[in-house]
């Protein structure tokens, strides 16, 4: 979003400066009324100093459990201390050298005398523009501790969804892998030499055997260049991923896929219900709340439904309506965002639609999970004992031809 470097007079009289984002210029001068501050002049960032900007928040970005840590913390101390106070306390116990830098130039920025918002947005800050958007609404409502209350349980939440993902797909990855290392352990260093001695003899081996010595063989002579493949292969998919086209194709190859697709949809549309929620909790308009919500949508075709959703919202449509246009978000969350519009609790229904998303995406985690794990460990252990019956037809035929 772009940046605009600005000079305004507060209610004193007192005159203000900094660097707000907003669409255009006319958007950015309308927040700066809302923070009741009267724009004497807005333009675009100068070019060196947006790349700094730029490179700054892209080198120091708060993200995740920092930014939660970072926004409880402030929640917690702004209740009870000056702002001043609370940013130098945080910065002082921060372990990370980056969230160190970071409060120290959001500190000295309040020092100067600006707003906490415009603080985060100076170069080497990190925090993100939605983030910045709702401390930006709860300084000009007066409401500023309970928007950090709400920011901290926004941010909360969504490491706790995001650990329940990790921790739902570690366990079969880590066992897929160990066996997956174990079959290849045997195929490599246990099934040619048993197996030669039988080839020493001159016995004709069973077909089962010679099926599992050709994959043996192939493994020792081909394996290295299966790993080189799957990692250059990696890394072009990879690359391939930051060209728009190809990404918007493969996102949208994800959303068709039968369950992965309902999976990734619901977790997506819900983190987009409750960010957006909480920003209209916090006072900031519709639109302005899907300008900024948008970009945190990681799959591209969801995000392109947003911005046309803004759109579409501009031009004087309502929110349930360019929803159920975009076909691709879930049924009940269309249906909760209908029924808040009416019933004029369109924020409350938007979080109690995250709620129920997030709750059947923890159910179905949990059957599949259930049916996965010894999924893996039947498929495994047939593999392996097909290894070892390949192993053990020929002592048994020749036990067979001794006692004949």
């Known amino acids: 979003m772009p940046a605009f470097d600005f000079i305004a007079m507060d209610g004193a009289g007192r005159p203000k400066k900094g660097v707000i984002t907003a669409l255009d210029e006319r958007a950015a001068r309308v927040l700066l009324q809302r923070r009741r501050l009267a724009p004497v002049r807005v333009e675009a960032s100068a070019g060196p100093a947006s790349a700094r900007t730029a490179s ?13 840590i970072v926004t409880r913390q402030l929640a917690t101390l702004t209740a009870i201390t ?6 130098r306390t945080i910065a002082l116990q921060a372990d990370s050298a980056k969230v160190k830098r970071a409060l120290s130039v959001v500190h000295e920025g309040v020092l100067e005398g600006y707003r906490l918002s415009d603080a985060m947005a100076r170069p080497g800050a990190g925090f993100p523009v939605l983030y910045r958007a709702m401390v930006a609404a709860g300084e000009s409502s007066g409401a500023l501790p309970d928007i ?3 920011l901290a349980d926004l941010h909360e939440h969504e490491q706790q969804v995001s650990a329940k993902v990790t921790t739902a797909l570690v366990y079969p990855i880590v066992l897929a892998v160990t066996a997956g290392l174990v079959v290849i352990a045997l195929m490599t260093f246990v099934v040619p030499k048993v197996v030669d001695q039988f080839e020493s003899m001159g016995q004709a081996l069973p077909l089962l055997t010679r099926l599992v010595m050709g994959a043996s063989e192939g493994i020792q002579r081909f394996g290295w260049l299966a790993v080189v493949g799957i990692a250059l292969g990696g890394f072009l998919f990879n690359r391939a991923l930051q060209r728009p086209r190809f990404r918007r194709g493969f996102d949208t190859l994800l959303l068709k896929l039968p369950v992965i697709g309902r999976l990734i949809r619901d977790v997506q549309a819900a983190r987009f219900a409750r960010t957006l929620s909480t920003m209209m909790f916090a006072g900031v308009p519709v639109l302005e709340a899907l300008g900024l919500t948008g970009p945190t949508v990681r799959n591209i075709v969801l995000r392109e439904a947003v911005a046309d959703m803004a759109v579409a919202i501009s031009e004087g449509g309502g929110l349930s309506a360019a929803m159920r246009r975009a076909e691709v978000f879930p049924p009940i969350l269309v249906y909760m965002t209908a029924s808040g519009e009416s019933s004029g609790r369109l924020g ?3 979080a109690r639609a995250a709620d129920y998303l997030e709750r059947e995406f923890d159910t179905f985690t949990s059957a599949a999970l259930s049916l996965l794990e010894p999924a893996i460990i039947v498929v495994m252990g047939g593999v392996v004992a097909t290894i070892v019956l390949s192993i053990l037809l020929p002592i048994l035929q020749l036990n067979t031809l001794a006692l004949g």
């Open 56 to 68: 700054g928040l892209s080198r120091d970005r708060l993200t995740g459990k920092p930014l939660a």
């Open 82 to 87: 000056p702002l001043e106070e609370a940013l």
């Open 148 to 150: 950090l209350e709400r």
């Open 348 to 350: 409350l229904m938007m």
